[in-house]
C-alpha cells in the first residue's frame, strides 16, 4: 500500500491506497447536465500513463510523428500536453488539503480541473492536484504527477485476486441504472439510463472487435451482448464468411471449434485481458460487465394477473426499461481505435465513416 505526500513538504495527502487498473470510463463525459457518482472505490488509486489535461496541442504543432511516438496511429485534432503519469482517488480518500475556489475552470456546476490543480497543500501552499465534480462528470482526484510522490506504508495489502475470487464475489454492474439530475435528488418518476460503464465498455470492445472482423462480418450472442454491439456489426460488410464471437473467461466451458473472436475479462486489478490455452483474438471487457453478460441477473417470477397472494410482500420489481437505443461512448471508441495500429487500414476506414454516420 501507499501513500501520497507533498513533493515540497512531505505533508501526507491520502489515505492508505492499493493500485488497481485506470477504468475504462475514468475520462468520460455522460449525458448532459447529469450526476454521475464517485469513479475509484474507496482505498483505491489508479494511474493515468498516458499526458493528461492542458496545454493541448492542435495537430499542426505536434505532427504525426509526436503522436505516432504516444502510439497514437490515427489523425488526431489535438493532444494534451500535460504531464504524463496522473493519479486518480477517490475525493474521500484526500488528506491534507484545501479546495483553490477560483480555479474553477470552464465547468458550469462544479469544477472541471479546466484552470489546472484546484486543491493546494494545506501545508505549504502547493497545488497538487485537481478535484473533479461538474455535472456530467464522474467524480474523482486526479493528482498532479509532479506535485506528489508515492510512500509505501505498513499495512495489509489488498493482494491479487485471483480469477476465482472475482467469479465468487460475483461483483457485476447493471446495464440500466437510475441517474438523477445535477445537484437534485433521485425521484421515481425519473428516467433510467444505459449505464455509463457499459457504453464506455462498448465503445472500447467495439474498437478491438472491428479489428478481430478482419473486415468480414461478425455475429455475437443473442441478448444484451447484441444490444450492445450489433447495431455497430451492421456496418460491415457482407457476402464473405461471418466470423463468430463468442463469451469465454474463467469458469466458462471451453471455446467451440467454431468461435473466431473471444469477448474475454479483463482483471480489475492489474487490467490484463484473460487469456486462453490456445491462441484466438481476443476482446476485452471491464470485468463487471463481462460477468454480467455472462450471469445475467435473474428475473424473478411474478403474477401474471390479480393481486399479491395473502402475506406476500415485495421489495424486489424488475428494473425498470431504458427506451432509449443502446449508444457506445463515441469517444472511448475512437481514443481506442486510435490506439490500435492497423487503424490505417483502407477497410477499417471506410467501416468507420459509416460508424461516424450512426453515431
Not at 80 to 90: E, F, N, R, S, Y
Not at 144 to 165: T, Y
Not at 186 to 203: E, I, K, L, M, N
Not at 307 to 314: A, E, N, S
Request: hydrophobic share 40%.
Amino acid at each position: 500500500m501507499f501513500v501520497f505526500v507533498c513533493v515540497r513538504c512531505e505533508t501526507e495527502l491520502t489515505a492508505p491506497l492499493s493500485q488497481v487498473a485506470l477504468p475504462v470510463h475514468a475520462r468520460q463525459k455522460y449525458g448532459n447536465g447529469l450526476q454521475l457518482p464517485v469513479l475509484m472505490e474507496p482505498g483505491t488509486f489508479a494511474v493515468e500513463p498516458e499526458p493528461l489535461g492542458p496545454p493541448w496541442r492542435r495537430r499542426e504543432e505536434t505532427g504525426p510523428g509526436r503522436a505516432a511516438a504516444r502510439g497514437i496511429c490515427a489523425p488526431d485534432r489535438a493532444l494534451p500536453d500535460g504531464a504524463a503519469g496522473a493519479v486518480v482517488i477517490a475525493p474521500g480518500d484526500t488528506r491534507g488539503t484545501v479546495l483553490i475556489p477560483e480555479r474553477r475552470g470552464g465547468a458550469c456546476c462544479g469544477f472541471d480541473g479546466g484552470d489546472g490543480p484546484n486543491m493546494a497543500c494545506s501545508a505549504c501552499g502547493l497545488p497538487v492536484a485537481s478535484r473533479i465534480d461538474d455535472c456530467s462528470l464522474w467524480q474523482a482526484v486526479w493528482l498532479a504527477p509532479s506535485a506528489v510522490r508515492r510512500r509505501p506504508v505498513e499495512g495489509a495489502d489488498a493482494g491479487l485476486s485471483s480469477w476465482a475470487d472475482l467469479l465468487a464475489e460475483g461483483a457485476g454492474v447493471s446495464p440500466s441504472e437510475p441517474i438523477a439530475s445535477w445537484g437534485e435528488p433521485f425521484r421515481a418518476g425519473d428516467r433510467w439510463h444505459w449505464s455509463p460503464q457499459w457504453v464506455a465498455a462498448a465503445g472500447q470492445a467495439l474498437a478491438h472487435l472491428l479489428m478481430a472482423s478482419r473486415g468480414q462480418a461478425v455475429a455475437v450472442p443473442d441478448g444484451m451482448t447484441a444490444t450492445m454491439f450489433q447495431r455497430a456489426l451492421d456496418t460491415l460488410p457482407t457476402g464473405r464468411p461471418t466470423r463468430r464471437a463468442v463469451l469465454a473467461g474463467p469458469g466458462q466451458p471451453t471455446r467451440t471449434a467454431d468461435a473466431d473472436i473471444l469477448l474475454v475479462p479483463s482483471h480489475p486489478q492489474t487490467g490484463k485481458a484473460w487469456t486462453p490455452d490456445t491462441p484466438a483474438d481476443l476482446v476485452p471487457l471491464p470485468f463487471e460487465v463481462w460477468f454480467r453478460l455472462v450471469f445475467p441477473e435473474p428475473r424473478l417470477p411474478v403474477p401474471t394477473s390479480g393481486p399479491l397472494p395473502d402475506g406476500f410482500l415485495r421489495d424486489d420489481p424488475p428494473t425498470p426499461a431504458v427506451h432509449d437505443v443502446f449508444r457506445i461512448d463515441w469517444q472511448v471508441f475512437e481514443r481506442t481505435l486510435a490506439r490500435l495500429s492497423p487503424v490505417r487500414a483502407p477497410w477499417l476506414r471506410e467501416i468507420t465513416e459509416n460508424l461516424t454516420q450512426m453515431y
